[in-house]
């Protein structure tokens, strides 16, 4: 549809008009940038202005045409939602149309849009207003019916979506069923959006990082991309999320609507007369809802301080938001406000800070990691992103770099998501004007300059030198990491600062610094230097599991090094096993076998544990380990999954190892309890089929601690 001349061009202007004075003249400029910018956003899913530059037009074009209606069109951007089906689903119509919403950023747009309420309103005097999370995911339409539900569909252009019904039958959150017809209800439909819960997209990445492959850019998108995959199985195992936030108005829902018992032992839910206490109910009748998260304001100050404090508690929700989203609460009221083409004027959002922004790519720097990987990062022209200012960003592999076709001096896309490192999401190639460089991948380590090596199952190409410098100083950071020997004040900065000046050459060599040289450095007093010593000598009777998981063994976490701590009496027994021999032990795989197997025949290894031993560390099972080992829970495997409410995961685990038992790291044939909290996917699954796990919640396994 758009030439890639043209939409450079489009991509330019969208960049001039951001700049320009509000004049009737750039009207059908904005306007033509828009339709590009839907274009691209909705039909090839493939966004070219960040969100708040398509915003800003949006109300530049919005601004210019109430002040000049005779200059406005029939097609402007502005007057209808933006088209974007796919032919991959069959498509339907909506019930009532999904309206996009208006955008505010500050205060004063929300007093401007309170004004205009209450211009609407006409005598009504105290109006209330509901205001919930602006969740960033996946717009969503169900319509159940005769208690059943019957569609699924994507929000589409607004007035058809895409049938959606297999993948959305997958998001466990969502009922299949719900008691309507108790309460007088042959038909609803209800709005909402899926979502990823960020422990479950922060999992996702972390295994596809594991592996060398890009992250997935941000869970909006990620959801996204789920609900258009062809197989519903494949949508299960992502484990969407679902929050539904709006009953459609029809007039076949009848004013009883929430009226009923539920059952006889049940309270009069009330009357739904407003949007809160629909969406309480809906909650009652077991759909997920942000019914916790709403709260009702009769004065637009008290919403705008909620609005302005609520950033800092953002990250803290369970999915990520990107705003909040007021609503005129009384249904009667909305229906006298109404609606535009394109957004009902009973409700506006409140954008957060922005996450996104474009940026130059001006160089690609190479690290090197402690296990020999080359990561390619990008370095981009200063951005803030989210309250971050971002200047360097990880590419993750020559794969990435080729798929998605970056070069240095390319107008790039980035993004950051709550805590999720910045991220690359494509580059601008429209914006190209020739002068662009292919990234050219090296050889040779850049740090050493051995040559690189890439195995076929594997997307990183590695160094594999062991003495190289950068691996080295890389392997004392992750030794001295706080899950590994917890060796405090002796962090990344110390630890680089040591080994530039060679007063770190090896792990080893921590137990034997030179302390008078480092006593001569600034920053190093008398107290600092006791402190560190301190630190150092503890680190020597940590447990072995900690000494096996700062080693730094290819494939090895801290569940897996307990494990392997737990099969010996002293590390040394490892040097006479081989594969098959760790594939006896517990959730451990092919994959760690080879890894464990060649890290502790290699000479290096062992002349490291024997300087480490020399210099008074616990190489041996740990007798307070053996004793739990024969505790109430002694041969007995845990795992747990979901969100738990009263415990971190973390002190769970601690929990059942300190009776004895062992935690896994997935579901099999060896696992005998599985503690579930909220949103458990696939592993809950897993089990069930399995029928030989037994299934505990967070409650039960505290009353299994407890009364053991």
Not at 40 to 68: C, G, I, N
Not at 318 to 328: A, S, T
Request: aromatic share 8%; net charge negative; with cysteine.
């Amino acid at each position: 549809m758009y030439a890639a001349a043209q939409q450079q061009l489009l991509f330019q202007d969208a960049k001039d008009l951001l700049e320009a004075e509000n004049a009737p003249g750039l009207m059908p400029r904005l306007a033509a940038v828009l339709r590009w910018a839907d274009w691209r956003y909705y039909v090839q899913s493939d966004p070219a202005l960040a969100d708040f530059e398509y915003d800003t037009l949006f109300k530049k074009l919005q601004a210019l045409e109430a002040r000049f209606p005779g200059n406005s069109t029939p097609d402007s951007p502005t007057q209808r939602v933006a088209k974007g089906l796919s032919e991959r689903f069959p498509t339907v119509s909506h019930l009532v149309p999904m309206l996009s919403l208006e955008n505010t950023y500050n205060a004063e747009d929300l007093r401007d849009w309170d004004r205009k309420v209450r211009a609407g309103a006409g005598a009504q005097e105290v109006i209330e207003y509901c205001v919930e999370p602006k969740y960033d995911g996946a717009s969503i339409s169900l319509i159940y019916e005769n208690d059943q539900l019957l569609r699924g569909a994507t929000r589409g252009d607004g007035i058809m979506g895409e049938d959606i019904t297999a993948n959305v039958r997958q998001i466990r959150s969502i009922p299949l069923s719900a008691p309507f017809s108790k309460l007088g209800i042959h038909q609803i439909e209800i709005r909402g959006e899926a979502v990823i819960h960020k422990d479950i997209f922060a999992d996702n990445n972390a295994r596809r990082m594991a592996e060398g492959l890009a992250p997935l850019a941000n869970p909006r998108n990620a959801a996204s991309g789920t609900l258009r995959m062809l197989d519903p199985a494949e949508v299960s195992q992502r484990r969407l999320s679902a929050v539904l936030y709006h009953v459609s108005e029809l007039e076949r829902i009848p004013a009883s609507l929430f009226e009923t018992r539920l059952s006889d032992d049940s309270t009069s839910i009330g009357a739904a007369n407003d949007h809160f206490h629909t969406i309480q109910n809906l909650a009652a009748l077991g759909f997920p809802t942000p019914a916790g998260e709403m709260h009702l304001f009769r004065h637009i100050d008290d919403v705008i301080a909620y609005c302005e404090g609520f950033s800092l508690r953002r990250d803290s929700l369970p999915f990520e938001v990107d705003g909040l989203v007021i609503k005129v609460n009384d249904f009667a009221l909305q229906e006298k406000l109404g609606m535009t083409a394109h957004h009902p004027r009973w409700a506006v959002a409140y954008k957060l800070a922005a996450r996104q922004a474009t940026s130059k790519l001006r160089q690609v720097v190479f690290s090197v990691g402690r296990t020999g990987s080359v990561t390619p990062v990008a370095k981009i022209d200063p951005v803030p992103i989210g309250g971050v200012t971002v200047s360097s960003v990880s590419l993750f592999n020559e794969d990435v770099i080729r798929e998605k076709d970056l070069r240095v001096g390319d107008t790039v896309l980035v993004e950051r998501a709550g805590d999720v490192i910045p991220y690359i999401v494509k580059p601008l190639a429209e914006m190209r004007d020739g002068s662009e460089v292919e990234i050219v991948y090296p050889s040779n380590c850049p740090e050493c300059g051995h040559n690189l090596e890439r195995q076929e199952d594997e997307a990183v190409w590695r160094c594999i030198n062991i003495a190289c410098p950068a691996q080295v100083q890389e392997r004392i950071i992750h030794f001295c990491s706080k899950d590994a020997m917890d060796i405090r004040g002796m962090g990344e900065s110390n630890v680089k600062k040591f080994c530039a000046l060679d007063i770190l050459k090896d792990i080893p060599g921590l137990y034997h610094i030179e302390w008078e040289r480092v006593a001569t450095l600034e920053g190093f007093g008398e107290k600092s230097v006791t402190n560190l010593q301190a630190a150092l000598e503890k680190s020597k009777s940590q447990p072995l599991a900690r000494l096996i998981f700062g080693l730094g063994i290819r494939h090895v976490g801290e569940t897996t090094a307990k494990t392997l701590a737990q099969a010996v009496s002293h590390i040394r027994e490892f040097y006479e096993w081989d594969e098959d021999r760790f594939i006896t032990l517990e959730d451990i795989g092919p994959k760690v076998a080879a890894s464990a197997t060649h890290f502790f025949r290699r000479s290096e290894t062992r002349a490291t544990l024997d300087a480490l031993e020399m210099a008074g560390l616990n190489l041996a099972n740990d007798q307070k380990a053996m004793q739990v080992s024969e505790g109430a829970f002694s041969g007995k495997t845990f795992l747990f999954t979901g969100t738990l409410s009263k415990l971190k995961r973390s002190e769970a685990e601690a929990m059942a190892e300190a009776k004895g038992g062992s935690i896994l790291s997935g579901v099999s044939s060896k696992l005998n309890y599985l503690v579930v909290g909220s949103d458990a996917g696939s592993k809950l699954e897993k089990a069930r089929k399995l029928g030989s796990v037994s299934i505990l919640s967070e409650e039960d396994f505290l009353d299994m601690v407890q009364g053991d």
